[in-house]
């Protein structure tokens, strides 16, 4: 299995710009999340799909995020417009749900910088 | 609000020496723990868990104690090696849900 697919590594963009983040779970996983890391805050939940519907996205700092599931294999988290604040690093993960202690699949990443 | 706290953010270890990586948390409901370890440029992995009917879990050379009635919790690793340089997490899943809430991290250096 190729593990969670994220993609792009990295990005670097001007404030104001839309950009979008995209994510493969681990085939046969039905639940998916959406994570940011800072140094302030650590690693912090946006939102997490189960079945593709969101479940929760109490984290989603504001209306500027929005993250989407079309199908079991595809996610999309979109910033619009980027603030410089929205810079760090976005993580996916997948778990196959078997219950609460499944243990998450992280991605390697996207790396955002809004300049 | 962190309910779960790693206050330490960096550690360094003479390699073949103990490795001790601290974690409290304020949200007495929580009943199970995970760590992960993170490599720089690459997500998080699983590293160790812990139910909360339990005090002590072993996976090698990795140990996590739990100890309820200070909410604390600490990952113990002997002997520490190079390739435990890593920032380590631990994190506790919410009630009901899959949510796992994450501390800040700590970075752990192994000093050859």
């Known amino acids: 299995d190729a593990g969670v697919i994220q993609s792009p590594r990295h990005e670097v963009t001007e404030m104001g710009q839309e950009v979008t983040l995209r994510c493969k779970p681990i085939s046969g996983h039905n639940s998916l999340f959406w994570y940011r890391q800072t140094m302030m805050r650590g690693l912090e939940l946006l939102i997490y799909f189960n079945n593709n519907v969101p479940i929760d996205d109490s984290g989603m700092p504001e209306d500027r995020f929005s993250a989407k599931m079309p199908n079991a294999s595809f996610s999309t988290l979109k910033i619009q417009p980027s603030e410089p604040r929205d810079s760090a690093v976005y993580f996916c993960?997948?778990?196959?749900?078997?219950?609460?202690?499944?243990?998450?699949?992280f991605g390697s990443g996207t790396q955002l910088s809004v300049l | 609000d962190q309910q779960v706290k790693q206050n330490s953010p960096s550690l360094s270890v003479q390699e073949g020496r103990i490795s001790i990586l601290n974690c409290d948390y304020t949200n007495s409901m929580f009943d199970y723990f995970l760590w992960y370890k993170k490599y720089p440029a690459e997500g998080p992995t699983f590293l160790i868990s812990?139910?909360?009917?339990?005090d002590k879990n072993e996976d090698g050379r990795f140990t996590v104690f739990l100890n309820k009635s200070a909410k604390h919790l600490s990952l113990h690793i002997v002997p520490s090696q190079p390739g435990d340089s890593a920032v380590y997490f631990c994190?506790?899943?919410?009630?009901?849900?899959?949510?796992?809430?994450f501390g800040t991290g700590t970075r752990l250096t192994i000093i050859p």
């Open positions: 994190a506790a899943p919410g009630f009901g849900n899959e949510k796992l809430t």
């Open positions: 812990i139910s909360s009917i339990k």
């Open positions: 993960a997948s778990s196959g749900h078997r219950g609460r202690f499944e243990k998450l699949f």
